[in-house]
């Protein structure tokens, strides 16, 4: 085993402290105490409740009660007999983390058991869900971090929770296939070996199957799991490509690649996409697009609030857009959504340079990532994003998402109109799309909507009147801003590929 090597290595190597983060204190002792048998050492526990015990060897077999020595749950006085005992051994410490910042004794003795190694080998884990050594003996520690479960152990994982099911079942068969176990398997990755079985049985056990509706809920938990709130979202309602209309660039450029960025397919001489820049009208549909990678792909899209990012602190904001990519990762494969991201990275002089240093951190992380985090960055104002992040090489590709055409449009109004469950008997899509020129997608769901309320009020049922009265009641964006949007489109006509 990869763990036991990787730790008996530490040991070896005269480290007198080991700091393992993980909420996975089972498989940490575990671990822990087969080493220790290996190499013929002792191995004693120590937690708040139980205080220092041997855990290798079960020692209340044969003891009388008179016999058992008060547990040393004191934290100094645990440490202090470690630091007195001439035998060298193995001490796992759990949960030892608020001692360290309101006790100075208790890492004063740490200090004097790494000193002492050379004289008794004495290697003390420090185990928690979360630690970080103080300055006074961080010279002497070494961390060390349990493997995650691969593809292969996570199919056993499911086979093993399928067998039990199965016999608590009268031998009855998991339902399920093989293109939904690859995606479940690929989701599942960066969970633990306890959170994946965890998961893994609940799916199994709510209904004897494993279909494709379980992605969606196995994405939520495991968010949950990692506590990635904060500054990054998950967002369950990801929309399908039949929620959008046109776009059918972007959908052929998003299907060529939607098996090799799930990892249902592998091409070892194909590269991973990396993601997406959506420039456009506003209303036009981008972040719906956004919404459709995830869903089309069965993947969980994470939304990156770039408001959230600021803090007043200096080094605090880069810090925690640091965190969210890290996050982001261990959530792959997933898309993440930079949504109005010249309202975070934008060049300017009046921020203190923030937005200049969350740029620079952007970037390495965009160069250096190996994890499958697909980006979709989207944006209404190119002519504010730095070159930098726009050059080739940043993104596969930069589309533009135009104002629809006139079967786009028509498009729309089904889609929009179905949703509603409104009888299309007296609605006429082909001339509302011929009269709806220059109206975004976003516009013409509020066109539905305003006349809605109008019938409602009259009690009247829709129709096509209705619908043209609303569109002739408003202006759209196209027209009241149309200086802006055609510097816009002119600017986007040789740079960037079409969506539509």
Not at 14 to 43: D, F, M
Not at 88 to 98: E, M, N, R, S, V
Not at 242 to 264: A, F, H, P, Y
């Amino acid at each position: 085993m990869p763990d036991l090597h990787d730790l008996e290595l530490l040991i070896r190597s005269k480290v007198p402290l080991i700091i393992v983060e993980s909420h996975e204190e089972n498989r940490v002792s575990s671990l822990v105490t087969r080493l220790g048998v290996s190499r013929g050492l002792p191995i004693f526990g120590w937690s708040i409740t139980q205080g220092l015990r041997r855990i290798d060897i079960d020692f209340d077999l044969d003891l009388d009660e008179s016999d058992k020595k008060p547990p040393t749950c004191d934290p100094e006085l645990a440490l202090r007999q470690v630091l007195n005992s001439a035998e060298a051994g193995i001490y796992l410490f759990c949960d030892l983390h608020p001692f360290l910042t309101n006790q100075p004794k208790v890492v004063r003795l740490l200090k004097e058991i790494a000193l002492r190694h050379d004289k008794v080998r004495h290697t003390v884990i420090l185990m928690s869900h979360a630690l970080e050594a103080p300055p006074e003996i961080r010279r002497y520690t070494a961390h060390f971090s349990l493997s995650l479960p691969n593809d292969d152990q996570l199919y056993a994982i499911i086979r093993e929770e399928s067998r039990h099911w199965a016999k608590q079942n009268r031998g009855q068969r998991i339902q399920t296939d093989t293109a939904t176990l690859k995606t479940i398997v690929k989701n599942l990755q960066g969970l633990t070996y306890a959170d994946a079985r965890k998961l893994i049985r609940k799916t199994i056990y709510d209904d004897g199957a494993i279909t494709h509706n379980d992605i969606s809920t196995i994405n939520k938990e495991k968010f949950r799991l990692m506590a990635l709130d904060g500054v990054l979202s998950l967002q369950y309602d990801t929309a399908k490509f039949s929620e959008v209309g046109g776009l059918s660039n972007l959908k052929d450029w998003l299907e060529q690649r939607r098996t090799i960025m799930t990892g249902t397919e592998e091409h070892e001489s194909l590269d991973k996409p990396k993601g997406i820049l959506l420039l456009g009208i506003q209303g036009g549909g981008k972040s719906l697009a956004a919404k459709a990678v995830a869903g089309v792909w069965g993947l969980p899209l994470l939304r990156l609030d770039f408001a959230s990012l600021y803090n007043k602190y200096v080094g605090e904001t880069e810090r925690s857009l640091r965190d969210a990519l890290q996050l982001a990762e261990q959530m792959s494969p997933c898309v993440l959504w930079m949504d109005e991201i010249e309202k975070g990275i934008s060049p300017g002089d009046d921020d203190g340079g923030i937005s200049k240093r969350l740029l620079g951190t952007l970037l390495t992380w965009m160069s250096e990532r190996e994890k499958p985090v697909f980006m979709v960055a989207t944006a209404n104002d190119i002519s504010k994003l730095p070159p930098e992040l726009i050059r080739k090489g940043r993104f596969d590709e930069i589309f533009f998402v135009d104002l629809p055409d006139e079967n786009t449009r028509k498009e729309i109004f089904t889609i929009h109109l179905n949703k509603r469950d409104i009888n299309m008997e007296n609605i006429d899509c082909d001339y509302l799309a011929a009269i709806s020129e220059d109206y975004s997608g976003s516009e013409i769901e509020q066109v539905i909507v305003s006349a809605l309320y109008n019938v409602a009020s009259k009690k009247e049922d829709i129709n096509t009147e209705h619908l043209t009265l609303a569109l002739e009641s408003t202006r759209p964006l196209a027209i009241t801003m149309k200086e802006n949007i055609d510097k816009l489109r002119s600017w986007a006509a040789e740079r960037t590929v079409s969506a539509n």
